[in-house]
């Protein structure tokens, strides 16, 4: 699934809806669309990240693949290493960990930066529950 990175300075600040739909729909990411991320730096090791997801078309609360993404994103460009602290919109923490691959093993080619062992630690959490009548 591709995600689309917006680093901002105060996500709070950002209408998520509007910007996301435009990005989503981005000739770059035709005809699927992507997943648009937008993400404010909170610490050296922490950020905040709010997700506009397409099929849902709208922001959700928490989203796993770009919880993830996100911090890796973040992880390669402030060269930092994990665990990294995730604050999602429904205010939940989650922590992105993983290994760095040696510089040997990583390729420019492939943007330098590889990671392993990747894991997605944080609560899990009922958000909804529905009934249907066939």
Do not use: W
Not at 11 to 22: F, H, L, S
Not at 50 to 58: I, K, N
Not at 127 to 132: D, H, L, R, S, Y
């Amino acid at each position: 699934m591709p995600h689309v990175f917006v680093p901002v300075s105060k996500v709070e600040d950002v209408d998520v809806r509007k910007r996301g739909q435009a990005l989503r729909r981005h000739e770059k990411f035709s005809p699927a669309g992507a997943n648009v991320n937008f993400i404010e730096k909170a610490g050296p090791k922490k950020i905040l990240v709010r997700t506009y997801e397409r099929g849902v078309e709208d922001e959700t609360l928490a989203c796993g693949t770009g919880v993830v993404a996100s911090a890796l994103i973040f992880a390669a460009s402030e060269k930092v290493d994990g665990p990294i602290s995730v604050i999602v919109r429904s205010g939940s923490e989650r922590s992105v960990d993983s290994k760095r691959a040696m510089p040997a093993v990583a390729s420019a080619e492939a943007g330098g930066d590889k990671f392993t062992n990747v894991t997605l630690t944080g609560p899990a959490e009922f958000a909804f529950e529905g009934t249907i009548e066939i």
